[in-house]
């Protein structure tokens, strides 16, 4: 009802485990005292714990690649700035990959990638733009060069987006079934299966 995340019965042992956590967190000992808390007041903190626990964030760089092509092609096709929004950003791999993807295909007039999610502890990671160099195996060593830092010391064997790319990008939370998104802006394109699948 809150955040609009598909929970059958299937996922039941997901939702205790992930929940679980909170309550040893907030030691409480029972799932009753957890709802009493959320329930006793609706603009409660704890309401983004209970959110952040219960979404799932699977995401990789150019997953499903075949889009990124599809996207290039279309952007190049506008023959201006070109206006992405992705709908759950995750933390961060998505909406980087579009990023990537526009300033391949336009250059110097790339546009702009609105990136919202629901949960703000994964978005804070993708402000953050660091990412292990497992994360970052699939991409060439061509891309690596022209949008990844390497990392040095204590962050050696990480990379961290470059700033250049990180300002064409803005990262927001959203919760999609808010009465007012606030966002006031058209888009070229929306990136949406994320919210789809969950």
Excluded at 77 to 86: A, H, I
Excluded at 94 to 112: H, K, N, Q, V
């Amino acid at each position: 009802k809150r955040a609009g995340i598909s929970l059958g019965s299937h996922k039941r042992e997901m939702v205790y485990s992930r929940l679980a956590r909170r309550l040893r967190s907030l030691q409480l000992s029972d799932f009753g005292s957890y709802l009493e808390l959320l329930e006793a007041d609706d603009r409660s903190d704890e309401w983004e714990y209970f959110t952040n626990a219960l979404t799932t964030n699977l995401t990789s760089f150019f997953r499903e690649a075949h889009h990124f092509p599809l996207l290039a092609e279309h952007a190049k096709k506008v023959g201006r700035p070109y206006s992405v929004w992705c709908a759950a950003a995750s933390t961060g791999e998505e909406p980087y990959s579009i990023a990537i993807t526009l300033a391949e295909a336009l250059g110097d007039r790339a546009g702009t990638v609105l990136a919202t999610d629901i949960d703000t502890q994964v978005l804070a990671k993708a402000r953050a733009g660091v990412y292990t160099s497992e994360q970052v195996a699939r991409l060439s060593q061509e891309r690596l060069k022209r949008f990844f830092l390497k990392g040095t010391g204590a962050r050696a064997g990480a990379v961290k987006v470059k700033p250049d790319l990180a300002s064409t990008i803005s990262f927001e939370p959203l919760n999609l079934l808010a009465p007012d998104w606030g966002i006031r802006e058209k888009f070229d394109a929306i990136f949406c299966r994320n919210v789809m699948i969950y």
